[in-house]
């Protein structure tokens, strides 16, 4: 028996809204899904479980209808699917009024529910959202729903107002496999027995790091093995940049362009410019910016300082005390150091500076 195993894949979500490059990150969460049914095919997955959040919001009929077709492009795979905090099942709501004509079985709300698949002799315990919050340790009570068969637990949460739990505790349940969702980072938490699958695609800008969804198979000696597959198309990156008072902006231009091409094209950047420049540089990069994915570039650079200049401005103060200290003193023999501890002083003193 084969299972994919995803979660959080938030259809309808629209990360980095207002960017140039935001509409086609939406439209990107959506082909990710579209790659899933995909492999489920070609691999002929038999069972889909989908932990929580497919929606980023409650679906609408048009959404399911367009859920319907998509897994009615799947031959051999069915689907099971939990409702999360971000797409509960409402009293009357599309979830429960929509008739799909694919082989999808959705969790009832607030109930603990099993489906037997006899073909696959696998049974899915699961408790789909019927509202945004829960904090009993709901999950922590559910129990296997059959003798003899594979049993998987499909379960959405983790933190305090979501179904919160003791991976101990879910450990001890007596499930063959437990399938998580909620949390967007993937997670492996017990070897090939309990995880996070994390979201298909990153859904903001501080979700660093590759994403993707899990395949299980079940051997016939009851083992299963379990594998992670990143499949996000594009990933946040934070690039930091050590710059120094002999750069110009066009060198600052083709570092960062050359660390964009290393690390990716397709990636979306934030940089963070750190370190001492001439106090005349004028950094502008909105060459870059129209050319690749950059969501924000951060200026900590500080201007170069003439010390000399600074003990005369701030002969009575803290700030020029320290700089006649830290010259006058003798006792410390290299000059490099003492030269590193009057840089790193006064960058405290005046507040700039990254160390
Ligand atoms: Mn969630």
């Keep these: 028996m084969k299972f994919l195993h995803l979660a959080d894949v938030h259809i309808g979500a629209t990360p980095d809204k207002g960017k140039p490059w935001g509409g086609r990150r939406s439209d990107e969460i959506y082909d990710s899904f579209k790659n899933i049914i995909k492999v489920c095919e070609e691999q002929q997955v038999d069972l889909l479980l989908i932990a929580g959040d497919l929606f980023d919001a409650p679906p609408t009929i048009q959404q399911l209808r367009e859920l319907d077709y998509q897994l009615r492009l799947m031959q051999g795979t069915k689907t099971v699917l939990i409702a999360g905090n971000h797409d509960y099942i409402e009293e009357g709501s599309p979830w429960e009024t929509y008739k799909f004509q694919s082989d999808l079985f959705i969790m009832p709300r607030d109930k603990a529910t099993n489906v037997y698949i006899e073909e696959l002799n696998v049974c899915i315990t699961g408790y789909s959202y019927g509202r945004q919050e829960y904090t009993e340790r709901i999950l922590e009570r559910l129990k296997p729903g059959r003798e003899g068969a594979y049993n998987i637990l499909l379960g959405h949460g983790g933190d305090t107002t979501h179904m919160p739990f003791s991976k101990e505790k879910l450990a001890g349940l007596g499930f063959d496999y437990v399938a998580l969702g909620h949390i967007h980072k993937p997670a492996h938490i017990i070897k090939n027995k309990m995880a996070f699958p994390g979201s298909l695609e990153p859904l903001d800008h501080t979700e660093t790091g590759r994403r993707g969804y899990i395949m299980g198979e079940l051997s016939g000696s009851g083992n299963t093995v379990i594998q992670w597959i990143p499949c996000n198309k594009r990933s946040y990156v934070n690039m930091t940049l050590e710059l120094n008072p002999d750069i110009v902006n066009s060198e600052i231009m083709d570092n960062v362009e050359d660390e964009i091409r290393r690390i990716g094209k397709d990636n979306i950047y934030k940089i963070n410019l750190t370190g001492c420049v001439d106090s005349n540089l004028q950094i502008n990069l909105s060459g870059l910016t129209r050319e690749y994915f950059i969501y924000e570039i951060n200026d900590n650079t500080h201007p170069n ?22 010259s006058d003193n003798e006792s410390l023999e290299k000059p490099e150091i003492r030269e590193r501890a009057l840089k790193y002083g006064v960058e405290a003193l005046l507040g700039v500076g990254d160390n």
């Design 305 to 326: 300082y003439d010390i000399e200049e600074l003990l005369m401005v701030n002969e009575n103060n803290l700030l020029g005390r320290f700089i006649k200290a830290m």
